[in-house]
């Protein structure tokens, strides 16, 4: 039905998209894995980093790469500090009010930059958005390339962070046991923030590496907040290595089943996906604790 | 006890019922008729979510249900639009049943839950969005036909009263669950799971119970809704916004309690109004506020506006029986 | 034998925390259950329960099999149990949380409500009705447990330590309680630590050590069973007492 090169050519499409949504899944999984939260208002924040990529471009000329070394310091700021003044002291540890609060923080997120920028779709184009690279008889994105090798280099970073560092060993040791953690002198609201902020810079790298093919409106964090649900919960919340896996494998049932479907139902496999890991397997595909 | 519990739903229904007679502005009474709906909606939602605690992001489900049922079956095959009403009502409490069967015999609770009714709504709107029987991103259009037995109106007066008589019922449903046997074992459910087995209270069912109830009262809302705009698409009808409509009026209000969605409801909107009306109509601006003040309420005031009732002016709070 | 359990084996991965118990409670009898921290008490009472599916045996109920039956048929059969950690409904206060207990032989609203108010005045919580539960006492919390339990109108009443963490004379006040609900005809299964009170209450003890039931009989017979003994107190600790002449754990 297919030739095999359409039907190559969109998993390597796949693969390479799949590799940004991990990126986006990375701080969502992070900020579960430590905090045990589900941010709601992840979408949203990706969306005002995209805003920020193309305000950057339109506004100063400014490279949706280069933008990246500048966003991404000034989102983990930002994180740091919604954690710690915002979520933090309003959910008094109650997970359900942690739920609600993420999820007010996203309604307020996105209709502000609803009232700020107007429901248009804009995007970002300039000669580098077209290039190619050919491979052999495929034709494959240079933008989406970077963004891959960027998405990969940024996960590789955090695992270092996470698995290296004395900051990742803080996190690691609240993630595992906040009390005991607390007791070692460890002051657990800080790490919570930092880890919130590691998320959200993630959030700001992937907004660098999105616009140059991707477009932004208010609502555009919806889409990738929902891929990225799919993702943490198939590659089992918390697990970084598990959020990379899923986000390839999501990358590609999205691509096929867009190839297959076509562009309206193509989500659908991601949905049946997602609902399918809740109910049979909720820790994931390479998660371990419930 | 018995009856008086049922006297500040008679006194709030009656105040509402009189506003058509004193007033005649079309605005208002839109804007009255479109809360009524959205609290229907959310009445359904504070049986699960506010009593039986079970947080739901995606009531969406069974407001589509409900706009949808109704919508095709008076669309492609005629049917009575106070039959189709009933009919979707039913399909509502079986799409609760279903959502329901899966996600608590898988053992969802929490974050988990909410995501997976977020989800069935999400692949419902998908589903809607491409399917021609639904009539695809097109949507589907009633025929204008006013007469009582087409479930449609000429005046906005009448409509109002009709979906205040629902709310009505609504309310009757929440108050008698409230004092009942089937409400203490919500409530044991929603406090302590356990507790509640050993006590001898079957969960699964009880939340089965929940769940579908809560279906079939706010695909109800989505009947309303139908019936008023005689227009439904995919983004209304499974749209992220009646989900969040339905889950912030009565954490506004007053989680789990008789009155806390219309309160709530009509909290929330009044607020966005006059937001609306200071501010100008900058888009998406009354949702600002909605945010701020669930992110306020959570924070601050757990109990919703009723709760600060209760703490500020006891006396009265016991009065209305809040 | 009003209950019985055939050689209940509960692991928990690698770890048996049960292992081939036996064991049976006469009907109208206090029977006892004690056994050193971690021996596996808490955990043979949620097999009883039912909150726990056993990796092997079988739970007798009046004779009949009942390992398969939920938590919530085991209640409807008679079998209460309360919670060593305390399990309140937070929100809720005293009398509302004993009402979800009586609403299980009750319908009607009223009809509850009486019945929880009767137990709740039994148990000594008769002035506490209104109160938040999230408010008691840590010895109005152990009273609460048990009037919800008792307020589902048990034949056999599961108490896991309702007696530990209170002081002395709150311990001397609940003791004719628990004794009175069994002249009731309320047949009691008791997990206990203080041995005061085991003494006092039980015509049956139980004792169980790392998962296995290592004794059974009197509590004065049991207390000086060289097997008990050192289950307590460690190996060589009966010999050791013998010696020395003095006997009592
Ligand atoms: N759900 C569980 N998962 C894993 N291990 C468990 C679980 N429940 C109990 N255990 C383990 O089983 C053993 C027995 O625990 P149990 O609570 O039954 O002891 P106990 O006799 O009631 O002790 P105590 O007198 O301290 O209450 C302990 O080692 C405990 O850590
Ligand atoms: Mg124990």
């Known amino acids: 039905m297919y030739s095999p090169t359409i039907l190559i050519e969109a998993m390597i499409n796949g693969l390479l998209t799949g590799a940004i949504y991990a990126l986006i899944a990375l701080g969502l999984t992070l900020v579960y894995g430590v905090l045990h939260i589900i941010n709601f208002a992840h979408g949203a924040i990706l969306a005002s980093a995209m805003f920020a990529v193309w305000g950057l471009n339109v506004l100063a000329g400014v490279d949706p790469y280069l933008a990246i070394l500048l966003l991404a310091p000034v989102f983990f700021c930002l994180g740091y500090g919604v954690q710690r003044l915002v979520i933090g002291p309003a959910a008094k540890g109650d997970d359900g009010n942690i739920l609600l609060i993420t999820l007010g923080l996203s309604i307020f997120i996105e209709n502000a930059l609803l009232a700020g920028f107007g429901s248009d779709t804009r995007s970002i184009s300039s000669d580098f958005s077209f290039a190619v690279v050919e491979a052999g008889p495929f034709l494959i994105s240079s933008p989406r390339l970077v963004g891959f090798a960027g998405s990969l280099i940024v996960t590789a970073i955090l695992w270092f962070i996470m698995s290296r560092t004395d900051a990742g060993k803080a996190i690691r040791a609240v993630a595992r046991e906040k009390l005991g953690a607390s007791l070692m002198g460890i002051d657990v609201g800080h790490v919570y923030a930092v880890t919130f902020g590691l998320g959200c810079a993630a959030l700001a790298v992937a907004a660098g590496l999105l616009m140059p093919t991707f477009y932004v409106n208010p609502r555009v964090g919806g889409a990738f907040v929902n891929i990225a649900f799919t993702i943490v919960v198939l590659g089992g919340m918390g697990s970084i290595p598990g959020a990379m896996i899923g986000g390839l494998l999501i990358g590609l049932v999205e691509s096929l089943s867009g190839l297959l479907l076509g562009e309206s139902l193509g989500q659908i496999g991601i949905f049946i996906i997602f609902i399918l890991v809740l109910l049979l397997k909720p820790t994931g595909l390479f998660g371990a604790k419930a | ?322 | 034998m009003m209950l019985r359990t055939e050689t209940i084996i509960m692991r928990f991965g690698g770890l048996t925390a049960v292992n081939q118990a036996s064991l049976g409670v006469r009907e109208g009898s206090i029977t006892g259950l004690i056994g050193p921290n971690g021996a596996g008490k808490t955990t043979l009472f949620a097999v009883i329960a039912g909150f726990l599916q056993p990796t092997g045996g079988r739970v007798l109920w009046q004779g009949r099999d009942i390992t398969g039956l939920k938590p919530h048929q085991r209640a409807q059969m008679g079998i209460a149990r309360t919670f060593q950690i305390v399990q309140p409904f937070q929100g809720l206060n005293v009398l509302e949380n004993i009402t979800v207990g009586s609403y299980l032989r009750h319908r009607q609203t009223d009809e509850a409500v009486a019945k929880a108010r009767a137990v709740a005045e039994r148990v000594g919580l008769g002035a506490e009705l209104e109160q938040q539960a999230s408010s008691l006492t840590v010895a109005g919390r152990k009273r609460l447990e048990l009037a919800r339990a008792l307020a589902t109108e048990p034949k056999l009443l599961l108490l896991d330590e309702v007696l530990a963490g209170l002081n002395p004379s709150e311990i001397r006040d609940i003791i004719p309680v628990i004794r009175a609900i069994r002249d009731d005809g309320v047949t009691i299964f008791m997990i206990e630590h203080v041995m005061q009170a085991v003494m006092n209450l039980c015509e049956e003890v139980y004792v169980l050590a790392q998962g296995q039931m290592i004794a059974e009989g009197t509590p004065a017979s049991v207390c000086n069973d060289p097997a008990v003994i050192e289950a307590y107190l460690g190996k060589g600790a009966a010999a050791r007492i013998a010696s020395t002449g003095g006997a009592h754990a």
């Open chain 2, 1 to 322: 006890m018995r009856f008086s519990g049922y006297i500040p739903i008679l006194v709030v229904t009656a105040a509402l019922a009189v506003v058509p007679l004193v007033f005649s502005s079309n605005s208002l009474f839109n804007f009255m008729v479109m809360s009524l709906i959205i609290t229907l909606a959310a009445q359904g939602w504070n049986i699960l979510g506010g009593v039986a605690g079970q947080t739901s992001f995606g009531h969406a489900l069974f407001f589509g249900v409900g706009c949808y049922t109704a919508a095709m079956l008076q669309f492609h095959f005629g049917v009575n639009a106070w039959l189709a009403f009933l009919l979707a009502v039913a399909a509502g409490a079986a799409a609760g049943f279903i959502l329901g069967f899966l996600s608590f015999r898988a053992g969802l609770r929490g974050s988990y839950f909410a995501l997976i009714t977020l989800a069935f709504a999400e692949l419902m709107r998908i589903l809607a969005n491409a399917s021609d029987w639904t009539g695809g991103a097109a949507g589907l259009l009633l025929k204008l036909n006013p007469g009582f037995s087409n479930m449609q109106f000429e005046s906005r007066a009448s409509f109002l009263w009709l979906a205040l008589a629902f709310v009505f019922i609504g309310l009757v449903i929440s108050r008698a669950i409230a004092g009942s046997r089937f409400g203490a074992q919500l409530v044991a459910v929603r406090e302590n799971e356990d507790a509640a087995r050993a006590l001898g209270v079957d969960v699964l069912s009880v939340k089965l119970k929940a769940i579908s109830l809560s279906g079939a009262i706010t695909a109800a809302a989505g009947v309303l809704y139908v019936q008023n705009f005689l227009y439904i698409d995919a983004n209304i009808g499974f749209g992220v916004w009646i989900s969040i409509e339905a889950l912030l009026a009565p954490l506004v209000g007053g989680r789990g309690l008789v009155l806390g969605p219309l309160i709530g409801t009509f909290t929330l909107h009044g607020l966005g109004e006059l937001t609306k009306s200071f501010a100008g109509r900058i888009p998406g601006i009354d949702l600002m506020v909605f945010a701020v003040v669930l992110i306020g309420v959570v924070a601050f005031a757990s109990g919703g506006v009723l709760g600060l009732l209760r703490r500020f002016a006891p006396r009265l709070a016991r009065r209305i029986a809040v």
